[in-house]
């Protein structure tokens, strides 16, 4: 099967790190050093990484229009994209986050389980409803997967996911502990019956599952991530889930989740709108 941007993850290796403009350097200087910070392995179609690129050579020149949330989760991890989910590639990792991922082969779905089984902890968005707008025409294999197709792994793990017709177009929020994640035509998960392996809450929109030795949390939304963001309330809500699952981030690791948890007891967002990221052809949500 031929994967868009199939070993980019290698291509970034000998590429090297790329330069910080002018800009970045100031708040980058502040970050622990990357030996100090826990890595992240990312696999998914929503574009945190590389960037909604049209192609290799605007990752390689670093034209691709950014994603915010790389910067975001930079503060606080090494970031170590995936491209296939074999046992090997797992292996080496400990937390992953998978953003609205693509169908996954039946030797995925069986590394991915076994990983989680044998410890690994992971952080799962499955939109069965995209909402967020992209530079690529629906059909184009470089847009995010506009319904996630998951249905063997959340068996596997005693869930079903739902979507309710009749919703209203446009962001809210629904409430998970402290925060309040920002949502758009979300789904809900409903667990199977005699199966005791997750917890729901928030309505259905989080999943919590404790599954031998290891954690998953299921997101039934991902307009939290959208690319066009940070919407109010997404970086907040994104540090409030990723310390849920892969628990206190060491003192000296970053200052993402600390700066949003102090945005979640402000109420408001960690950046100024004026710097939010431009995407081309997206709307602000209604």
Not at 133 to 145: K, L, N, P, T, V
Not at 181 to 192: C, S
Not at 265 to 276: E, I, K, L, P, V
């Amino acid at each position: 099967m031929i994967r868009p941007f199939a070993g980019l993850a290698a291509i970034a290796v000998l590429a090297g790190p790329t330069p910080l403009s002018a800009e970045e350097a100031p708040e980058r200087a502040v970050l622990a050093a990357p030996a100090q910070r826990p890595v992240l392995a990312l696999m998914g179609t929503v574009p945190i990484y590389w960037g909604e690129a049209d192609g290799l050579s605007e990752v390689i020149n670093g034209d691709a229009p950014k994603h915010w949330a790389r910067a975001f989760l930079e503060q606080d991890f090494q970031l170590a994209p995936l491209d296939f989910l074999t046992a090997e590639a797992l292996s080496s990792h400990k937390y992953l986050l998978m953003a609205q991922p693509r169908a996954l082969a039946a030797e995925e779905n069986v590394a991915v389980d076994r990983w989680v089984r044998d410890g690994g902890k992971l952080l799962l968005f499955a939109d069965p409803m995209m909402t967020g707008e992209s530079r690529f025409s629906i059909g184009d294999r470089r847009r995010a997967q506009d319904v996630a197709l998951l249905s063997p792994i959340l068996a596997r793990w005693g869930l079903e996911l739902t979507f309710a017709e009749g919703q209203s177009l446009g962001l809210t929020t629904i409430a998970h502990g402290e925060a309040q994640l920002p949502v758009n035509l979300p789904g809900r998960f409903v667990p199977h019956e005699d199966r005791f392996e997750c917890v729901v809450s928030a309505g259905g929109l989080i999943a919590h599952c404790a599954i031998e030795t290891g954690e998953v949390m299921l997101v039934a939304d991902a307009a939290m991530l959208d690319v066009a963001g940070p919407w109010p309330g997404a970086e907040a809500g994104l540090a409030h889930l990723y310390s849920h699952i892969f628990g206190p981030l060491r003192e000296n690791a970053g200052h993402g989740a600390h700066e949003a948890t102090h945005t979640l007891q402000q109420g408001g967002n960690s950046r100024d709108s004026a710097h939010r990221h431009e995407h081309r052809g997206v709307r602000s949500p209604p």
